[in-house]
């Protein structure tokens, strides 16, 4: 048994989650079968860490792997941090396997009390953890033997659902249990190299789609002169997304529109400046 528990912990019977699950899209109220025009697969992310929830570190990861599968033409559904807990984990995995095509964890993987990742990963699918011995080879010539104990209990997997990620820039395999894949990037730059590498491998499920194609237009016109144009433009353009954020309170209001069909952005966001004519011009995607 872990000295910690987290073997034993992770084993037992999963909580009866209170959330109901949905399978919802990024839209203006637009349903399933519209949805899945625009966007053919979603990714969530979850990020393990008290740290970041205390407010001691930033999570970085989220943005960065937000804007990656952008670039692939894939939706992120969610980000979400949770604590160094195996429910914590266990709850969120259970959740998100079910509603998306993958789901990524950063953070909680090593020999630490506080890296439970692996356990709660374990728990959502109602598995305990086992020796695997090839991860342990891995783990071996990378580290040599220098665990305490009679085994690595960093070696210690899913049983019977996990895929190990091959990748000759990858010091070790990467760790894919079903449709969660765990990566192992403490900085951007890994991540970088990370998600090359699962682009580079078939096994990691990542199909490129269709990419989104935006346009951001920027007006210092108020919310509430542009709302009912929007809310029309909602309901004719429902296979584009519509958003808007603000530089500053009394700056500049920047409108999004996302979508993959670039006949359907270009109209709606031409029609959104015929609107106004003259009181909208083309930003950035960074602004």
Not at 127 to 143: G, K, M, N, T
Not at 253 to 273: F, M, N, T
């Amino acid at each position: 048994m872990l000295s910690d528990g987290r073997l034993e912990r992770a084993g037992r019977a999963k909580k009866t989650s209170n959330k109901t699950e949905t399978n919802s899209v990024a839209s203006n109220g637009m349903n399933n079968a519209e949805g899945e025009q625009m966007i053919s697969r979603s990714a969530s992310v979850i990020v393990v860490g008290d740290e970041i929830l205390f407010g001691t570190v930033e999570d970085k990861f989220g943005a960065a792997l937000c804007k990656k599968l952008h670039e692939i033409g894939w939706r992120v559904s969610q980000v979400t941090v949770v604590h160094n807990e195996i429910d914590s984990v266990a709850e969120e995995v259970e959740q998100c396997k079910s509603t998306d095509d993958v789901v990524f964890i950063f953070g909680g993987l090593g020999p630490l009390h506080s890296d439970v990742s692996l356990a709660g990963v374990a728990k959502a699918f109602g598995v305990r953890l086992a020796p695997d011995e090839e991860f342990e080879e891995h783990l071996s010539q990378l580290i040599g033997n220098s665990y305490i104990g009679d085994r690595n209990e960093m070696a210690l997997l899913p049983e019977g659902i996990t895929e190990l990620l091959h990748h000759k820039m990858l010091p070790l395999p990467l760790i894919k249990c079903k449709n969660v894949i765990i990566l192992s990037a403490t900085n951007v730059d890994e991540l970088d190299m990370e998600w090359n590498c699962l682009l580079d491998t078939q096994e990691s499920g990542l199909l490129r789609t269709k990419p989104f194609v935006s346009k951001h237009l920027s007006t210092l016109l108020p919310d509430v002169k542009i709302a009912p144009v929007v809310a029309k433009l909602c309901l004719e353009f429902s296979d584009v997304y519509i958003g808007s954020h603000r530089i500053s309170r009394k700056g500049p209001l920047v409108v999004s529109l996302i979508g993959k069909d670039y006949q359907r952005v270009e109209g709606a966001a031409a029609k959104l400046s015929g609107s106004f004519e003259g009181l909208f011009s083309q930003v950035d995607s960074s602004k």
